[in-house]
């Protein structure tokens, strides 16, 4: 694992992303932001966890936020400070239902194919939140001490 | 054996070698089965297997996603309606402790025992791969 540029136990880093919304970039979206964010990272099991997020997060803004369109835009902020991870993804699309896709999602043993994405973001990150009706979400994850 | 196309940061996205042994065959995968090109390639792969007892070696895998599993818990359904099984062996702990994240270590049939493990079939001469 390569070694942050700075250290942030002093300062907060941050950077800003825009990736297209069809599922081709996917791959290299979520690898951009993991490779700005797996320096800071203390253990390959926190990268993992965090990686798993990010992509279970920007599949939801591809999938649904942009309908697979490549003319729109995801935009994804990531923040890393000494207390935590902090990664927004923010799409154009209407939003949806979180508390009813919160309880599909969290309801039990899921046999289907789909449903589990907001339940594992929220099993692997310390917070999960959405806003504006669901098409942003914020991910934190506190560092290890 | 050759380890296969890499990505420019050094990750593979999944690479997967077949080892046919009469009704059995073993999927060996390596690299993440995360939506996209890796679960639609071993999806093609899975569903193209007539033996009736299809094992998943997932002991190169470092990373899983919803729809990875969603795509487990296709093949093993899929694999119980034609009366075949679906197994999963060498399972590592970052990939089982997100199948016990979403409940599904009860539906998916995972082999435990690391004595059942068949590494034998590494060396099998009739092993080809695929790389997504």
């Known amino acids: ?145 | 054996m050759d380890v296969g196309t890499q990505l420019p940061w050094g990750k593979a996205m999944l690479r997967i070698d077949i080892h046919d042994a009469g009704q059995q065959a073993t999927l060996h995968c390596a690299g993440r089965i995360v939506l996209g090109v890796e679960i639609e390639i071993l999806r093609c792969m899975a569903e193209a297997r007539s033996e009736a007892c299809l094992i998943l070696d997932l002991s190169g895998v470092d990373a899983i996603d919803a729809a990875g599993l969603g795509l487990l818990v296709e093949l093993h359904c899929r694999a119980c309606s034609r009366n075949r099984t679906l197994r999963l062996t060498k399972v590592p702990p970052c990939v089982l402790r997100v199948i016990e994240l979403v409940n599904l270590r009860s539906v998916l049939e995972i082999e435990a025992n690391e004595d059942d493990w068949h590494d034998d079939e590494a060396q099998s001469p009739c092993g080809r791969f695929m790389t997504a």
Do not use: W
Not at chain 1, 75 to 87: E, G, R, Y
């Open chain 1, 1 to 145: 694992m390569p070694e942050p540029a700075q250290s942030v136990a002093e300062q907060r880093v941050s950077r800003e992303f825009n990736f297209r919304g069809d599922p081709d970039s996917l791959a290299a979206s979520r690898q951009a932001v993991m490779d700005f964010i797996a320096p800071y990272c203390s253990s390959d099991i926190e990268e993992v966890d965090i990686l798993i997020a990010v992509q279970e997060a920007l599949a939801n803004a591809i999938l649904h936020g942009c309908q697979n369109d490549s003319a729109k835009t995801i935009h994804c902020s990531v923040v890393i400070d000494p207390a935590a991870f902090t990664i927004t993804i923010r799409d154009c699309g209407p939003g949806f239902d979180v508390d009813a896709a919160t309880r599909a999602s969290e309801s039990g043993t899921n046999t289907t194919a789909h449903g589990r994405g907001i339940a594992m973001m929220r099993s692997l990150m310390d917070e999960v939140t959405y806003r504006n009706g669901g098409s942003e979400v914020e991910l934190r994850k506190l560092r290890a001490v």
